[in-house]
């Protein structure tokens, strides 16, 4: 099966700069990422998500960069703000959209210093 | 993500009970799925549906059970063979091929 490794578990950042947080997949018959923000107690949500026939994606200040060679996709915050402080899961499936559910990486505790 | 419900928020289980936690949905989704959070990790597939009387063992499928018998709910039971249940239980729904989307979640534990 999938296996996601997402790396770094902690990240700490000041506030405007850039944060970056990466991903590394094994099944190279996925081909849909998405990544979800988790707040303390609350349900995860989408952000943003890409799929294998694209490199990158970017939506304001969140972007996804794909490299299907190397099974690696990251996710780029730029000009960090407070409410950017979470928890950070990539995902990955080998069915379009998930549809035989998501391998989830173990997180990212994203924390914004002020 | 409001259309996706579940209930009860908290639920407390003593040994050797099972127990049923609910999700439904008004979003006209096909595809509904059941996640395990434990703290400090990541999500783990238990269980989904991609269709009405129709569902899957996700990768951790043991001590768990369930049924799709209408589009909108997606109950989960936890039984007692689950020898260790206490987890933060979250269900989602996507359309076909679509984004999953997240229920506000169950939170389990075993007294």
């Known amino acids: 099966g999938e296996n996601v490794e997402q790396h770094p578990s902690t990240l700490s950042v000041q506030e405007g700069d850039s944060a970056v947080i990466k991903c590394t997949y094994s099944d190279s018959a996925s081909n849909y990422f998405p990544w979800y923000k988790q707040e303390l107690g609350k349900r995860p949500q989408l952000i943003i998500d890409?799929?294998?026939?694209?490199g990158e994606k970017k939506d304001q200040r969140i972007a996804v960069t794909l490299n299907k060679t190397a099974k690696h996709f990251s996710l780029h915050i730029t000009e960090t703000q407070p409410e950017d402080s979470a928890v950070y899961f990539c995902a990955a499936s080998y069915s379009g959209g998930g549809a035989d559910g998501l391998t989830f990486g173990k997180g990212t505790h994203l924390i914004i210093q002020p | 993500d409001g259309g996706i419900t579940q209930s009860p928020k908290y639920l407390f289980r003593k040994e050797g009970q099972n127990v049923t936690l609910s999700c439904e949905q008004n979003l006209n989704h096909d595809a509904m799925y059941w996640y395990r959070q434990d703290p400090g990790q990541g999500l783990r597939l238990i269980y989904y549906s991609q269709i009405v009387n129709d569902f899957q063992k996700g990768d951790i499928a043991e001590g768990y059970s369930v049924s799709r018998e209408k589009k909108e709910s997606f109950p989960l039971t936890v039984t007692s063979a689950q020898k260790n249940p206490t987890a933060f239980y979250l269900c989602?729904?996507?359309?076909?091929?679509?984004?999953?989307?997240f229920g506000p979640g169950t939170r389990l534990t075993v007294l």
């Open positions: 890409i799929r294998s026939n694209v």
């Open positions: 989602a729904s996507s359309v076909t091929g679509g984004m999953q989307f």
